[in-house]
């Protein structure tokens, strides 16, 4: 693995054959992503040089990124980084009319006109298995398997169910989105959305699922009826710099979808219906240095607003009326609450430690609402009133955690571990005193993680996420063990209730 590096009379490592061998398998041979990102310009944004090697070397929190410094060398490390910055012999691009050529459609799906199983279609649970990328389907009152299907390669960012719970999409991080029909128990069809894509968002009315591309870099919206894309919509900031999305989110009580750019100081919403939410005209002139642009033929369909902000920013928790975003800053050293409806900064939470508010949650607690998030770098959760924004109290657990998960039925918040030695444990805490009650240790050394709860919050299901793992049911109230379902690294578990209800105590 040597080769002349430029300048030099010397041989130096081979960061291609390097790359071939230690990262093709999570990022493709051709760098255009499979269970990790895309490595090419296009997509790298601003990591190159140090950022980049320290990121070979040390791997990155809360992703599958490991680090490669105990296997390689640091000129190898800087080797595969300055390879990573070459251009494709050909900028890979992907047009709406190649995603429709894309498409497939079961040619044996007959929708049906009742749920062909006899348990509450509300009360089904799906478990994505990593393992062998397929999903289970569980009955949410016998927790027996209805279905096990097959899915696209590496599963990511969550499933999205049409707001009546009959269907279910998912999407892979090489852009495949899937359609499946609950009631049928049967694969729809499938369409190729984009080439690396991060997360999917339903409308508010299930007509238009948009897709989060890291490359190209857009926004596509399909037709959940039958998976044609109808508009892909170019990210380009104001300065006419593309810009990846980071993640794409429903929000149904404005009537839009709102973005997280990757690579521009900008939030962006998108309007799924022009006559109602944000993008009406007794609203929208209230805005404050934000502005609408008509992307759309229908009177405003699809038309953008921009919210500028001082630097990007990613994971985002919305309050339960969708008024205010909280985001956290590249570095994760704090969060930021925006104003959807003036489009601007309202506040500064003092969040170190790279707070993970996506899988934050919310409940009521002495006549207030507050929000808690894990830390992905810190063994904490931080809890704060959203009155005020205000940090009431933080909790301090055994390592940092990734999921929270409660439920409105419940006196508990579940709260995993993560990272660190103390992966096998589930922290139950009580939602008032704030308090951890109990210490779950279900499966000791494997990582424990993701708790979803059943339609009436009686029962709380776990996964060992592991390749010889299960999903443990647990008696909510007691919390003891009911039963242990096994599962090939089971991580997301989602109940189609809960989710299209967006439930209090489920990340939304």
């Given at each position: 693995?040597?080769?002349?590096?430029?300048?030099?009379?010397?041989?130096?490592?081979?960061?291609?054959?390097?790359?071939?061998?230690?990262?093709?398998?999570?990022?493709?041979?051709?760098?255009?992503?499979?269970?990790?990102?895309?490595?090419?310009?296009?997509?790298?944004?601003?990591?190159?040089?140090?950022?980049?090697?320290?990121?070979?070397?040390?791997?990155?929190?809360?992703?599958?990124?490991?680090?490669?410094?105990?296997?390689?060398?640091?000129?190898?490390?800087?080797?595969?980084?300055?390879?990573?910055?070459?251009?494709?012999?050909?900028?890979?691009?992907?047009?709406?009319?190649?995603?429709?050529?894309?498409?497939?459609?079961?040619?044996?799906?007959?929708?049906?006109?009742?749920?062909?199983?006899?348990?509450?279609?509300?009360?089904?649970?799906?478990?994505?298995?990593?393992?062998?990328?397929?999903?289970?389907?569980?009955?949410?009152?016998?927790?027996?398997?209805?279905?096990?299907?097959?899915?696209?390669?590496?599963?990511?960012?969550?499933?999205?169910?049409?707001?009546?719970?009959?269907?279910?999409?998912?999407?892979?991080?090489?852009?495949?989105?899937?359609?499946?029909?609950?009631?049928?128990?049967?694969?729809?069809?499938?369409?190729?959305?984009?080439?690396?894509?991060?997360?999917?968002?339903?409308?508010?009315?299930?007509?238009?699922?948009?897709?989060?591309?890291?490359?190209?870099?857009?926004?596509?919206?399909?037709?959940?009826?039958?998976?044609?894309?109808?508009?892909?919509?170019?990210?380009?900031?104001?300065?006419?710099?593309?810009?990846?999305?980071?993640?794409?989110?429903?929000?149904?009580?404005?009537?839009?979808?709102?973005?997280?750019?990757?690579?521009?100081?900008?939030?962006?919403?998108?309007?799924?219906?022009?006559?109602?939410?944000?993008?009406?005209?007794?609203?929208?002139?209230?805005?404050?240095?934000?502005?609408?642009?008509?992307?759309?033929?229908?009177?405003?369909?699809?038309?953008?607003?921009?919210?500028?902000?001082?630097?990007?920013?990613?994971?985002?928790?919305?309050?339960?009326?969708?008024?205010?975003?909280?985001?956290?800053?590249?570095?994760?050293?704090?969060?930021?609450?925006?104003?959807?409806?003036?489009?601007?900064?309202?506040?500064?939470?003092?969040?170190?430690?790279?707070?993970?508010?996506?899988?934050?949650?919310?409940?009521?607690?002495?006549?207030?609402?507050?929000?808690?998030?894990?830390?992905?770098?810190?063994?904490?959760?931080?809890?704060?009133?959203?009155?005020?924004?205000?940090?009431?109290?933080?909790?301090?657990?055994?390592?940092?955690?990734?999921?929270?998960?409660?439920?409105?039925?419940?006196?508990?918040?579940?709260?995993?571990?993560?990272?660190?030695?103390?992966?096998?444990?589930?922290?139950?805490?009580?939602?008032?005193?704030?308090?951890?009650?109990?210490?779950?240790?279900?499966?000791?050394?494997?990582?424990?993680?993701?708790t979803e709860f059943t339609r009436d919050g009686s029962h709380a299901l776990v996964s060992i996420w592991e390749e010889d793992g299960a999903v443990i049911v647990y008696d909510a109230k007691t919390l003891?063990?009911?039963?242990?379902?096994?599962?090939?690294?089971?991580?997301?578990?989602?109940?189609?209730?809960?989710?299209?209800?967006?439930?209090?105590?489920?990340?939304?």
């Amino acid at each position: 693995m040597l080769a002349l590096l430029p300048g030099m009379g010397q041989a130096g490592p081979d960061g291609a054959a390097l790359f071939a061998e230690h990262c093709a398998a999570c990022h493709a041979e051709n760098r255009l992503g499979g269970t990790g990102p895309a490595l090419i310009p296009e997509t790298l944004g601003r990591m190159f040089g140090p950022a980049l090697e320290q990121v070979i070397a040390e791997g990155r929190p809360a992703t599958q990124m490991a680090g490669f410094a105990d296997q390689l060398s640091a000129p190898e490390i800087t080797a595969i980084a300055a390879w990573l910055g070459t251009p494709l012999a050909e900028t890979p691009v992907w047009t709406a009319e190649m995603a429709n050529t894309s498409r497939e459609m079961s040619d044996t799906y007959t929708p049906a006109t009742a749920p062909v199983f006899s348990g509450d279609p509300m009360n089904i649970t799906l478990v994505v298995e990593t393992g062998d990328h397929h999903v289970s389907v569980l009955d949410g009152d016998t927790f027996e398997v209805l279905d096990r299907f097959a899915t696209p390669f590496a599963v990511h960012g969550g499933p999205k169910f049409s707001p009546d719970g009959r269907y279910v999409f998912v999407m892979s991080r090489d852009g495949w989105v899937q359609k499946y029909d609950i009631w049928s128990l049967q694969v729809v069809g499938r369409v190729r959305a984009g080439l690396n894509s991060r997360n999917i968002a339903m409308s508010h009315d299930g007509q238009w699922l948009a897709v989060a591309n890291y490359l190209p870099q857009t926004l596509t919206i399909l037709s959940t009826a039958d998976l044609s894309v109808v508009r892909v919509i170019d990210v380009i900031d104001r300065k006419g710099q593309p810009s990846r999305v980071s993640a794409v989110y429903q929000a149904p009580d404005r009537h839009s979808f709102v973005l997280a750019l990757k690579d521009a100081p900008e939030i962006w919403e998108i309007a799924t219906d022009p006559a109602a939410g944000p993008f009406h005209d007794g609203f929208v002139h209230s805005y404050e240095a934000s502005m609408e642009e008509a992307l759309g033929a229908e009177e405003g369909l699809f038309a953008r607003r921009r919210i500028d902000i001082d630097e990007p920013l990613d994971d985002f928790f919305f309050s339960p009326d969708y008024r205010n975003l909280i985001g956290t800053n590249r570095e994760g050293t704090k969060g930021e609450v925006i104003n959807l409806d003036v489009g601007r900064k309202i506040a500064e939470l003092p969040l170190p430690g790279m707070p993970h508010l996506g899988s934050g949650i919310s409940w009521m607690r002495d006549g207030h609402r507050v929000m808690a998030t894990p830390h992905l770098q810190e063994g904490v959760l931080s809890v704060i009133d959203m009155t005020d924004w205000h940090l009431v109290q933080t909790i301090k657990t055994d390592g940092p955690g990734f999921f929270l998960r409660s439920h409105e039925a419940t006196p508990y918040v579940w709260a995993d571990v993560f990272f660190g030695p103390h992966k096998d444990e589930m922290h139950v805490i009580d939602k008032q005193s704030l308090q951890i009650v109990r210490t779950l240790n279900p499966a000791l050394g494997k990582t424990v993680a993701h708790t979803e709860f059943t339609r009436d919050g009686s029962h709380a299901l776990v996964s060992i996420w592991e390749e010889d793992g299960a999903v443990i049911v647990y008696d909510a109230k007691t919390l003891e063990e009911v039963r242990r379902l096994p599962m090939n690294k089971p991580s997301g578990k989602y109940n189609v209730w809960n989710k299209i209800t967006f439930d209090d105590g489920t990340s939304h």
